[in-house]
């Protein structure tokens, strides 16, 4: 299964996770039969995936350098609240609470007892040298946060206020993303965009780096750690990536990964079947892949005929054959459920799932003008068959397959649809410029809800047709929704956000800019032969890649 690349929000997501907790294991170095409990009542260690670098990493612990970083950066450290990305909630950590003072205004207190992992306290001085560090550093900016800033403050050694240019709110998720760094360390840098950090990198995380080589990068627990009685695990030994897709699949299966994050065929027969008791997995859905419709030309133009379409995908046959079972449908509201429930607009029946009904779908067809003729052809208002293309990536093999089972469900209800299978590069740049008629598009799925739904509905991420559009590639232009996301741009209360967010989903739900129909799934594999309490299905406190989440709740099989 070939997955997209190009993708915006939920993909990043995703490719985050299999960085951070990839694919191989190392031979001499896996250990995963057997309980791995040490004497003192620790995981004396656990096997993860690859730790990322590239093909020829090197020793790299600058948390700003994305693309050449290790994976021991999740670990070593921190950030000043960290986020459930499945429920979407944001966790006190360096910072115990926040308070917007006022709309351009975010106070922050610090957590007491914090110590870097060589001793010296830490304050929100190191706070305040990391933002300005971006500042006079644009390279490591790469979250780009000091567009939306005008100043970060400290008042005192346990607060930080954050001032921004304009109402900040929809910026907050932006900043929670940003690791926190030792200014007894960095100041003495010439250069902290060449500065790899590679000796003894200095965090307040719960693992320091005990050792690196090419093939295997080894952390172990900081026993100075602000919380380390919830840190239950010695060591993480993560092993490059060497070999093939059916080579890693063949290491899970023998179980020489404690956990990873990879796609298997057959996940069942594969891994859980080989020891049911202790080999799990859980893929939580990602962002909505979606039908995306070129709203500038008709029929697609016609509310009805989108609202038609809503029940015309079969999307259990799409889940089960194109997907193998291992996504859920998603909702029309845009968001990601069940983790984001609590942003529903009230009144939706299945959280807004919408069913397959090809019959309704065709006398909803008929209402709205578009008729059957004596031969069973799908008449538009101009008289003549409904004509037009589905574009898919040729090299994506589970969207071709979906697309296939489209395009057979449109061509039942006596439309003339022609499948095109594109290159990526072409395909991406069709669906920016709106040289479509329809495609696939991805949106949502993170935990920024301004983004989530200004990125695919704002009318300044569209564009002319002819013109690269941001990302608004439907080419939505809607004055009520552009007011409703000014107002959530600007809300700093929850309750006022959930109601713009609410806005929003009914737009989605009645309007129909684009019609969801499966989440992208999180890759996730872990075993409970050494340690349990892995985040699952039951118990989704985390979704895979919310690595301190997951390490403070991880403890001994048995205990």
């Avoid at 294991?25 to 656990?46: I, K, M, P, Q």
């Avoid at 239950?232 to 063949?250: N, P, S, Y």
């Avoid at 872990?526 to 991880?554: C, H, I, M, R």
């Amino acid at each position: 299964m070939n997955r997209p690349t190009f993708l915006r929000t939920a993909a990043v997501a995703v490719a985050t996770t299999l960085a951070l907790v990839g694919c191989t294991g190392t031979s001499g170095t896996n250990g995963s039969g057997g309980s791995g409990t040490a004497a003192n009542g620790l995981v004396d260690f656990l096997d993860y995936g690859d730790f990322g670098g590239g093909t020829a990493p090197q020793a790299n612990y600058n948390p700003y350098l994305e693309a050449i970083r290790l994976g021991a950066v999740d670990y070593v450290f921190e950030k000043l609240m960290v986020y459930d990305s499945f429920s979407c909630t944001p966790k006190p950590w360096l910072a115990t609470a926040f308070k917007w003072d006022d709309p351009k205004t975010l106070t922050f207190t610090l957590r007491d007892g914090v110590k870097w992992n060589d001793g010296k306290p830490f304050s929100s001085k190191d706070v305040g040298f990391t933002f300005d560090l971006l500042k006079k550093h644009q390279a490591l900016d790469v979250k780009g946060i000091w567009r939306y800033l005008a100043a970060v403050e400290m008042p005192d050694a346990k607060t930080v206020r954050i001032k921004f240019k304009d109402p900040g709110a929809s910026t907050f998720t932006l900043l929670t993303e940003i690791y926190i760094v030792p200014e007894h360390v960095w100041s003495q840098q010439s250069d902290p965009v060449k500065f790899v950090n590679a000796q003894n990198p200095v965090g307040t995380g719960p693992m320091k780096v005990k050792s690196f080589n090419p093939q295997q990068l080894t952390i172990e627990r900081n026993a100075d750690y602000w919380q380390a009685d919830k840190v239950k695990v010695q060591e993480i030994r993560f092993h490059k990536a060497d070999a093939g897709g059916a080579v890693e699949q063949l290491k899970l299966s023998r179980g020489e990964y404690d956990t990873n994050a990879m796609f298997v065929p057959d996940i069942k027969k594969a891994f859980v079947d080989r020891a049911p008791d202790t080999n799990h997995y859980w893929y939580p859905p990602g962002g909505s892949i979606s039908a995306y419709m070129n709203l500038t030309e008709a029929p697609f133009s016609d509310l009805a005929f989108r609202k038609a379409l809503t029940t015309a995908f079969d999307r259990d046959q799409i889940i089960a054959k194109a997907q193998l079972g291992y996504v859920k449908a998603a909702s029309q509201t845009g968001l990601v459920v069940p983790g984001q429930d609590k942003w529903l607009p009230e009144g939706l029946t299945d959280q807004g799932r919408i069913g397959f009904d090809a019959a309704k779908t065709d006398s909803a067809l008929t209402a709205a003008g578009y008729p059957k003729d004596a031969q069973g052809k799908r008449m538009g208002k101009d008289g003549k068959q409904v004509k037009f293309t589905f574009k898919v990536p040729g090299s994506y093999t589970d969207w071709v397959s979906a697309a296939q089972i489209i395009v057979q469900n449109l061509k039942a209800l006596g439309f003339d649809v022609a499948l095109e299978t594109p290159n990526p590069p072409t395909y991406e740049s069709d669906r920016a410029v709106g040289r479509y008629d329809m495609l696939f598009g991805v949106h949502g799925g993170s935990c920024n809800m301004f983004r989530n739904f200004s990125e695919p509905l704002g009318s300044d991420q569209s564009a002319p047709i002819g013109k690269k559009a941001a990302s608004n590639f439907v080419r939505w232009n809607d004055p009520a929704t552009d007011k409703l996301l000014d107002e959530l741009r600007l809300a700093t209360d929850e309750a006022k956000q959930k109601q713009a967010v609410a806005g929003l989903a009914k737009i989605m739900t009645d309007q129909v800019p684009m019609i969801p129909l499966w989440y992208g799934a999180k890759w996730f594999q872990y075993q409970t032969d050494k340690a349990v309490g892995w985040p699952d299905e039951k118990n989704p406190y985390a979704a895979p890649g919310d690595n301190v989440l997951v390490l403070t709740n991880l403890k001994p099989a048995g205990s």
